[in-house]
């Protein structure tokens, strides 16, 4: 017996029950009117009755949501203005959150997409001054050569985060394309290798040596389509010739967005001068990124002291290493998490609103619930069913957040060419989604900003949370941004 | 003979099952008549409400204690639906008495101790 037959059956029943308490009735003299009314008001509400006895067969639960949630749906329609407002109002503030967040998840929290992405540490220069406190700086070519050529639980690689927009000539035909310069060693550090021909010799990353290119997968589909043999090929590099020795698998990104990379050709003079080089490592299996940083330690105490500045400041030279992902993003954290903070604010007003609309709506269907409750729906119906109100409203909202925040991304790329890199790698997925914040919170934020936590071995039996707490304490207190974002961080995030 | 509101007694969470199955033991009964005679024969001390009765009534259907089937009321022009016991009603029937019988001479015990 189906639903439609069972409700058919019982109100059949029911009505039967009435009638013979009225036939009772009317053999005790009441005239047929009075007793149908008797009966009826003996009986009590009969709608009450047909639900409480429902609630027996097993479809019950579904039904009686899928019956809430198209009555929910009614009223949602019925009231266009509200409903519209309030979903507008949703999907702007989870939209944008949502697309900031995306960014921060890329940033700080999604593990890099190479292989043990752990292992991988991102190298700098410190300069401290006791009376002047620290700088960081990227490398010169004289600091890359010492950790070059004194590698020893660690493979280096050296590279140019800046990438060049450049005339790529193939035959007649011409294209813009996106070049970054990287050392020797790049892929194999990352751990990622061409998937066609090789990637840079080390005859290729010196001054003067053979002109090499490795495209990604996507310029080679870009200029040459489907050929299945590109090594060997020769384009025109800013009217320069060079031939095609690699091509990276596709979806690869060095952390930004690139075509194609030549290579670095570190060198001391020139450019290597100054500090314009990044400089990365891979720890070695067996050994650990706080092995590693002893060993850079070490290493400190050989590099040469720069001349004391004019007013007799003697700067103390140290390699510091931490984290690739941390690394990297350390020039985006700022902006990044002054932008949370400012869309946080916009999701706060949102739910305020949100919450005052739904208030507002609520108070004005007092008196329709009351009459509800007086015919016999229970506390627990009412209940859902001002829930589910809402729930179809923050789906709605929700809904609409995904365009908004898709857009709100696309308007993150007008905003700052540092983030554009970082910007392309972030997409609205489910890492991305409010719901799972929290979980990734908690995970990520372990993960990304606690290794050296983890690896040290002074660690001991310290949690990973005590780790990570310290290190976040350690690199954040020093700012004021730092302790709010982090105090609301670990209030959200219990 | 209509009892006040203060001489009435409510059922037991559970019990009304095994009431409505008694009740079955004498033979196919319809709904209606089911509540009546539980309150006749109880002295009118239940009011059996039909927001449970009926729910009780389809439970045990569902479980396969009764059986269902529409039938003309006796000396009525109109069609009941008659709820009949099944053997596995008989069953629970008789556990449920025995549960019953226990759980009275347990109470009895401590309520009067000898």
Request: hydrophobic share 45%.
């Amino acid at each position: 017996m189906n639903r439609k037959e069972r409700d058919d059956e019982l109100a059949r029943e029911l009505r039967a029950h009435m009638d013979l308490e009225a036939d009772e009735l009317r053999e005790q003299g009441l005239s047929p009117e009075e007793a149908r009314l008797a009966a009826r008001r003996a009986f009590g509400s009969p709608a009450l009755a047909m639900d409480q006895t429902r609630d027996v067969w097993a479809w019950n639960p579904v039904d009686a949501l899928s019956r809430q949630l198209r009555f929910a749906l009614r009223r949602a329609r019925k009231s266009k203005g509200f409903t519209a407002t309030v979903a507008l109002v949703i999907a702007l503030a989870v939209g944008v959150t949502t697309a900031i967040f995306a960014l921060i998840d890329v940033a700080f929290f999604k593990p890099l997409p190479y292989p043990e992405p752990d292992r991988l540490a991102y190298v700098t220069m410190t300069f401290n001054a006791a009376s002047r406190g620290t700088v960081e700086q990227v490398l010169t070519g004289a600091q890359w050569e010492i950790l070059r050529d004194n590698a020893g639980s660690f493979e280096p690689a050296v590279y140019s985060e800046w990438t060049t927009g450049v005339n790529c000539g193939v035959g007649d035909r011409a294209f813009f394309v996106q070049q970054q310069r990287v050392g020797a060693s790049f892929f194999q550090v990352l751990g990622v290798l061409p998937v066609q021909g090789r990637s840079f010799s080390k005859e290729e990353d010196i001054e003067n040596g053979p002109r090499a290119v490795v495209l990604s997968e996507s310029l080679r589909r870009r200029i040459y389509g489907e050929a299945a043999e590109v090594i060997g090929q020769k384009l025109l590099l800013r009217g320069e010739p060079y031939t095609v020795v690699g091509v990276m698998p596709p979806g690869f990104r060095s952390g930004v967005n690139v075509d194609l990379w030549t290579p670095l050709r570190a060198s001391t003079h020139g450019e290597g001068e100054g500090n314009n080089y990044q400089g990365m490592l891979r720890v070695k299996p067996g050994a650990s990124l706080s092995a590693v940083a002893g060993e850079l330690d070490n290493l400190s105490k050989s590099l040469p002291l720069r001349p004391p500045g004019r007013d007799g400041t003697q700067w103390q030279p140290r390699f510091k290493v931490q984290p690739l992902l941390e690394g990297r993003s350390a020039v985006v954290r700022k902006p990044l998490l002054l932008l949370l903070g400012a869309v946080a604010m916009v999701l706060l007003i949102g739910a305020i609103n949100v919450g005052g609309l739904l208030l507002a709506k609520q108070s004005g269907r007092a008196a329709e619930l009351a009459t509800r409750l007086a015919l016999g729906a229970s506390r627990r119906q009412v209940f859902s069913e001002v829930l589910l109100d809402s729930l179809v409203l923050v789906a709605i909202g929700g809904a609409l957040a995904v365009p908004v925040s898709v857009a709100a991304l696309d308007g993150l790329r007008l905003l700052n060419d540092k983030m554009f890199g970082l910007v392309e790698a972030a997409a609205i997925d489910g890492r991305a989604w409010p719901s799972r914040w929290p979980a990734r919170w908690a995970r990520g934020s372990s993960r990304a900003c606690c290794p050296r936590g983890r690896v040290s071995p002074a660690s001991g039996g310290r949690s990973l949370w005590a780790c990570w707490w310290r290190a976040r304490w350690r690199s954040s207190c020093r700012c004021w941004w730092g302790r709010a974002f982090w105090g609301a961080h670990s209030w959200v995030c219990g | 003979m209509e009892k006040s509101e203060t001489e009435r007694v409510e059922l037991l969470y559970g019990t009304l099952d095994m009431l409505v199955l008694q009740t079955l033991l004498f033979g196919p009964c319809h709904g209606h008549a089911i509540a009546k005679h539980i309150q006749r024969t109880s002295d009118e001390a239940f009011l059996v409400e039909h927001g449970s009765l009926y729910p009780a009534l389809h439970r045990l259907e569902r479980q396969g204690w009764v059986t269902t089937n529409w039938d003309k009321a006796p000396g009525k022009n109109r069609e009941v639906k008659y709820y009949l016991l099944t053997p596995a009603g008989k069953k629970q029937l008789t556990a449920q008495q025995n549960k019953w019988a226990q759980l009275v001479a347990a109470i009895g015990k401590v309520m009067r101790p000898a």
